[in-house]
């Protein structure tokens, strides 16, 4: 195996881990790296890439790294900044760029070699750079290039080094598998890399880390959790697992009750299921704060498991504690070295995070993605109606439920502005904005901001460039609904609304009623996710509001609203607006980003 790694060396693009995951995708195993890696543990591989970064390779600021990198006599392939180092190292010239150039670009291919062996030519790429590659090294040759850009593809064939200035690895590049694929043959290796090997190398590597140890694990009953209980099932066997389902009071209907019955019929009998929904409840009583009520909940998970740890007399020396986290976990919480915090994942919370720093914790799914995670159960065997689950976060419905102490707020600007708008772009909704503010990712920052209603007729079309345009244009909103019922929105009020019992029930019979007809109308594979969210509003003084949020996704770091056809919605809306305590639905019509998934 190891002599079929590709080492992704990391000079801080956000792209790096899409990078190392794509030449997995491509069957050979990958591997990120600083850039100051020792020689031996450069050594051991087929390959390296050297990825994008903010830096210029000039400034003084540039990442550190080892030079010896090209002496090893491997073959390397820079990547945008990689590119430029190449250049700069090997006796080019690189010319600081004033005006940075974004977006998608068509490379023109002046001689293909192996590295473009079977791209189209003029395809699409996608380029963001500032520096660009002046004069190219003595031995190298160019291969392609764009309207902007002379260098964008450069070889040196015989020491088998390469450079590309536009991004392979992002989707919007056509043919970007296609070059790291040449670049994969270039390398020699056989692509035989999968799943099966993932698993494999897991499950000795789970084996090696807890020892002698045993592992106390919490099961929500998502995709992710399940899937570690089952791995660590298949490394350990299940005496030497603990494993807790803690009831924290925010779960879906019924959903405690199904985990248990689901895990015992495959065979895995060691889930313990601990009501604490009483504790949960108390430690969030009064909160409005997003950020507060997942560490709140994040820190109290760590707490009562600790507390079962101790009541069972089990000795913390000869356990350590198994998390489900998934890799866009860590990122959106800022946990790696140039992300910003989006949200703070319950996951990652200071309680957590010591334990991680003592070694404490085993995170088997921490680098992959939704889609891997969900590719590795079946490798395990798990049936595909509990693999293909929609994710559900950790803090459950306490996330869905928007909490307020009330009180007024004046946005009639901010009302008059977006109508405004709408009528110079010749858009037939009327816009109103609610007094709720819902969590944003803009410009890969985090965002907190109001949420604007539509009203008019519901051409999904139009709401789609209607909701982009908005959130573009005003700075105050991240999120556009479409009022569903009422159609007409006379008053709205903002309601003082806490994380009670009650108002989950309700929050619980809606969300029942959309997974139910969504299931009816046979599209929750289609949909990737589906929250439903209650908001402290009341519109035309008439009880709380309820959100629709379905999306479609693939990795959840991008999302689009999902339009689901007029006569599911509709089934939804009379099932949902007949709830006691309900007196309106929105549908939610933002893409992520801008807005996030969850509304908090
Ligand atoms: P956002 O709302 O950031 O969510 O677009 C991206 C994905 O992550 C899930 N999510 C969480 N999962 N703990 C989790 O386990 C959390 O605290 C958490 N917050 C968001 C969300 O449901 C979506 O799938």
Redesign the pocket.
């Known amino acids: 195996m190891d002599n079929e790694r590709i080492l992704v060396l990391d000079f801080g693009s956000q792209y790096t881990h899409l990078l190392a995951r794509r030449v997995r995708q491509l069957g050979a195993y990958s591997e990120i790296l600083a850039p100051t890696a020792s020689r031996e543990e450069l050594e051991n591989c087929r390959g390296i890439i050297l990825s994008g970064g903010p830096a210029s390779v000039y400034a003084e600021n540039a990442p550190k790294f080892n030079p010896e990198i090209f002496k090893l006599g491997k073959p390397i392939l820079g990547l945008c900044y990689g590119l430029q180092l190449i250049a700069k190292e090997m006796g080019g010239k690189v010319k600081r760029g004033s005006v940075k150039e974004y977006g998608t670009a068509k490379v023109k291919i002046a001689k293909k070699g192996k590295l473009l062996n079977n791209v189209k030519d003029n395809s699409v790429a996608w380029m963001s750079h500032g520096d660009k590659v002046e004069k190219i090294p003595p031995q190298f040759e160019n291969l392609a290039s764009t309207n902007d850009c002379e260098f964008a593809a450069i070889a040196n064939p015989e020491k088998k080094i390469f450079g590309l200035q536009f991004h392979p690895e992002v989707t919007h590049t056509e043919e970007g598998m296609k070059v790291l694929g040449n670049f994969l043959d270039i390398c020699g290796c056989e692509k035989k890399w999968g799943m099966k090997n993932y698993l494999e190398e897991k499950v000795e590597e789970i084996r090696k880390e807890v020892g002698g140890r045993k592992v106390f694990l919490l099961v929500s009953g998502g995709v992710d959790s399940t899937i570690v209980l089952a791995l660590l099932h298949r490394a350990l066997g299940g005496e030497k697992i603990y494993a807790m389902h803690v009831d924290n009071g925010f779960m879906r209907k019924d959903e405690s009750r199904t985990v248990k019955e689901e895990l015992d019929k495959l065979g895995m009998n060691e889930l313990n299921v601990f009501d604490a929904s009483k504790q949960f409840l108390g430690a969030v009583k009064g909160v409005t704060d997003p950020e507060d009520k997942?560490k709140i909940i994040g820190n109290l998970f760590v707490e009562i498991a600790d507390m079962q740890i101790k009541e069972l007399s089990l000795n913390p020396d000869e356990w350590i504690l198994g998390q489900g986290t998934i890799y866009?976990?860590t990122i959106?919480t800022g946990g790696t070295k140039n992300a910003d915090l989006?949200?703070t994942?319950?996951?990652r919370v200071k309680a957590i995070q010591e334990l991680i720093d003592k070694g404490k914790i085993i995170e088997p799914l921490k680098l992959l993605y939704k889609d891997e995670v969900r590719e590795l159960g079946q490798e395990l065997g798990l049936p595909l109606n509990l693999v293909n689950r929609h994710?559900?976060?950790?803090?459950g419905l306490a996330?869905r439920a928007l909490c307020s102490d009330g009180g007024e707020e004046n946005l009639d600007e901010l009302g008059k502005k977006a109508n405004k708008l709408l009528k110079e772009w010749g858009f037939n909704f009327r816009a109103v904005p609610l007094p709720v503010k819902a969590v944003g990712v803009q410009g890969d920052e985090r965002s907190y901001r109001n949420v604007l209603a539509l009203e008019g007729k519901m051409n999904c079309k139009e709401l789609e460039e209607c909701s982009t345009k908005l959130t573009n244009s005003l700075g105050e909103i991240n999120r556009v609904v479409f009022a569903l019922a009422p159609e007409k929105i006379e008053s709205v009020k903002l309601l003082k609304k806490h994380l009670t019992k009650d108002r989950l029930d309700l929050l619980r019979e809606a969300d029942a009623i959309s997974m139910e007809e969504l299931s009816n109308a046979g599209l929750d594979e289609e949909v990737w996710?589906f929250?439903t969210v209650i908001i402290p509003v009341e519109v035309n003084g008439d009880g709380e509001s309820i959100v629709l949020r379905p999306v479609l996704s693939r990795e959840?770091m991008t999302?689009r609203f999902a339009v689901l056809p007029r006569e599911v919605i509709a089934k939804m809306v009379e099932r949902i607006t007949s709830l006691e305590g309900v007196g309106a639905v929105f549908y939610d019509v933002t893409h992520?980003p801008p807005a996030?998934?969850?509304w908090e």
């Open positions: 997942r866009p976990d959106e989006i949200k994942h319950h996951n994710p559900f976060p950790g803090p996330i996710q929250p959840a999302a992520k996030t998934i969850e």
